[in-house]
């Protein structure tokens, strides 16, 4: 039935008390309306936000998974670059650079085509080669006789080079120790044996640094390493392997791993980074949440270049705090609150630098993530290009003297942060998602903003951590391959090992020819104190055979 409503006869006959219930009634209605109404809108504004922010986490997901691996600017849609920034907004303090004028650069265009290799190319790449084998290739002296009947003289001849590799091998050393007795009954006496790694072991210098370069420089896990072998017709289990190295720590390579850490302290500067794995106590344990630390400086900071690995299973505070109890100058390292901490507690001795391409890469995310829209207006790409714009200024004067980058930073670098940093502050982020990837990535930054400007007050401060990074990364490398360490024991022999194998990089020596003279001389010198002869065995050390040093270092 049609309810056509009251019509205002209608109305005027009601009574003028039920009036005013009705209106009150209505008023309280419309009341509870508007503010369901009002709570619907706020549900769906917030729903709208959650969803752009699992859009926008599914992309960056989708581009950390399937993506192209870069950070390069101009691998991302719409090319970012320097060009492409308001000057008057952050460029505007860099015409000091230019007072004298600078040409123009042409534009940018795509050439394909094909040249020459450059003569001698090959030479130059094996000229560290130390073995040369020369094969001649002759003519028979009848054959020539017949092709030249008057005589020949013969030329320089052709030459050219080729590489072989030949592969490894093993080889049994059987020990045979001359044993004499007297005549007379004046005893048995028997020829000196020579000194071994461990008692009855197969173990030779030579074997351990085959292992040792095999995994700890290479990546290969030790059940590879065990098959190769049997490949080889020598069967030794991954078990026996993993042994022979958390020996060898034990016994012989914890005083250098002391000495590389103390020669680390007299460092300016120290990069710092970490890196979780697992470790498996029992096979039917789920396995246990463990950190590999590591700590890294090179010779311009005023030490020689050294890698420290150091696993402990927490992520607190007391682990770095312990480790650079003795050390005083900068820690460069990512935004992790306990190197903060730290710094806190010791004001007059460590200060910490932030490291910018930690803040760049939470933005590139979001930017690559963008898959093909426009970058044009969005805070991500607005970032990448600010930040891009400070490296780009920084690295204009990155080979200078200490006096004059930090004039540089403070006249030209710090302007362009400061426009950043005030950029940044300026954005509403009330209207983000707080648990979306660009809330995040700006809280980084202006979270960090103390740690990111303190590169420009001291000239040998880095922009960003990527040393620490480069070290970590080699120790993931290998953790993507074994995937688990089996005991504390190993963990721990593995922290001491990598340290050893990325110092002896970093200090340009061959990792398999310089642990095999290591572990030769600390067996000959076993029992003996270590500051009579440790110090010259150090990767550093100038007193190093040449067959442990690259030729091409």
Known sequence: MENKGLSAEQLNMIPHDVMVQMYLQQTEAYKTLLAQNNQLLAQNEELIRKVGSLEEKLAVMNQRMFGRKTERINTMSDQLRLSDIDPALVLNEA????????????DEEMITYKRKKRKGKRDEDLQYVDEVREVMHEIDEDKLKELFPHGYDRLPDEVYSDLEHVPERYVRCE???????????????????????????????SLAAA???????????????????????????????AGWMIRLTDRYLEPVYRCMKHKMMDSRLIHCDESPFIVVERKKDEGLKNYMWVYHTHQKYGSPPIFIYDHHKGRDS???????KDFKGILVTDGYQVYHEIATERPDELIV???????????????????GKSLSGSISGEAVKRITAIYHVENMCKD???????????????????????????????????????YKAINYSLNQEQYLRAFLNDPIIPMTNNDAERSIRKFCIGRNSWHVISTKDGARSSAILYSLAETARANGLKPYYYFKYLLEQLMEHFGEPFEDYLEDLMPWSDKLPEECRKKNF
């Open 211 to 241: 292992v040792f370069n095999g995994k700890y420089v290479n990546a290969i896990p030790l059940n590879r390493i065990s098959e190769d072998m049997l490949r080889h017709d020598v069967r030794i289990s991954r078990q026996v392997l």
């Open 400 to 438: 200078s003297p200490e006096e004059e980058r930090l004039k540089h930073r403070q006249d030209s670098v710090k302007p362009l942060v400061d426009a950043y940093f005030e950029w940044l502050g300026s954005i509403d982020t009330s209207t983000l998602d707080k648990s979306g990837n660009l």
């Open 318 to 324: 007391s682990i770095p705090r312990e480790f650079l």
């Open 175 to 205: 020990h045979h120790i001359a044993v004499y007795a007297g005549k007379r009954g004046e005893g048995v006496i028997k020829a000196d044996r020579p000194n071994r790694l461990f008692t009855r072991s197969l173990l030779t210098p």
């Open 95 to 106: 015409e000091v650079l230019t007072e004298d004028g600078m040409p123009e650069e042409p």
């Open 353 to 371: 630098a932030g490291c910018w391409e930690h803040a760049k890469r939470k933005f590139a995310e979001l930017v690559k993530s963008l898959s």
